[in-house]
C-alpha cells in the first residue's frame, strides 16, 4: 500500500491522483485550487514575492548542480547574468518532445525549467553556465543569431566592434 502524499496518490485522501496534478485528486485538486486563489487575493503582493523568491532559490541551486555559479567561458561571477545553455543547442525533436510541468507539450518556460533540472527531467550533461555575453556569442556562432549586413557600416561607424564570421540574414 503506497502513503498517502507520494507520487501516486492524493495528499488529502489517497485516492488515485487526475490526470492535471501532481499532488491531488480531481476533489482536492479544485479545493486546492480555489483556497489558492483566496490566498491570492487576500495578499497577492506576499505570495508574488514568495513565488518569486522560490525561484530564485530553485536558479540558484540549479546552476550549483551544472558547476557552480561561475560562466564556464570566462569566469564570470555575477549572479543576474550567468544563464543556463544547451551545450548542443535545443534540438527540433527536443522542442517538440518536451513537455511543461503538467504533461502538455510546449517548452518549458525558465521557471518550471529550474525546478525540471533539479527534479532531474532534464539531462545535465548536456547543460553549462554561461554569462549572457557568452551564450549571446554562442548563439552566433551556432547560427541562431545573425546581425544583418545593413547594420555593419553602422556598429563600425559607432565604434563597435564586428566579428568577421558575421553572416547575413
Given amino acids: ?25 480531481d476533489v482536492h485538486r479544485l479545493e486546492h485550487n480555489e483556497k489558492a486563489k483566496g ?7 506576499t505570495i508574488k514575492k514568495r513565488i518569486k523568491l522560490s525561484t530564485h532559490r530553485a536558479r ?3 546552476l550549483q548542480l551544472l558547476g557552480g555559479l561561475v560562466c564556464a567561458g570566462c569566469n564570470e561571477r555575477d ?11 535545443v534540438t527540433e525533436a527536443e522542442r517538440k518532445v518536451s ?8 517548452r518549458l518556460d525558465s521557471n518550471t525549467f529550474y525546478f525540471a533540472i533539479l527534479r532531474g527531467d532534464v539531462e545535465v550533461k548536456s547543460l553549462r553556465v554561461l554569462c549572457m555575453n557568452c551564450q549571446v556569442r554562442n548563439e552566433h556562432r551556432r547560427g541562431n543569431r545573425r546581425i544583418l549586413a545593413e547594420l555593419i557600416p553602422y556598429i563600425l561607424a559607432a565604434g563597435g566592434q564586428v566579428p568577421p564570421i558575421t553572416l547575413p540574414c
Avoid at 549572479?79 to 543547442?89: N, P, S, W
Avoid at 513537455?99 to 510546449?106: L, S
Fill in 1 to 25: 500500500m503506497l502513503r498517502r502524499g507520494t507520487k501516486q496518490q492524493c495528499r488529502a485522501c489517497g485516492e488515485p491522483l487526475c490526470d492535471r496534478s501532481a499532488s491531488f485528486c
Fill in 39 to 45: 490566498r491570492y487575493k487576500k495578499n497577492p503582493s
Fill in 60 to 62: 540558484v541551486r540549479a
Fill in 79 to 89: 549572479y543576474r547574468v550567468l544563464t543556463i545553455d544547451h551545450v548542443d543547442g
Fill in 99 to 106: 513537455k511543461n510541468r503538467r504533461g502538455r507539450k510546449g
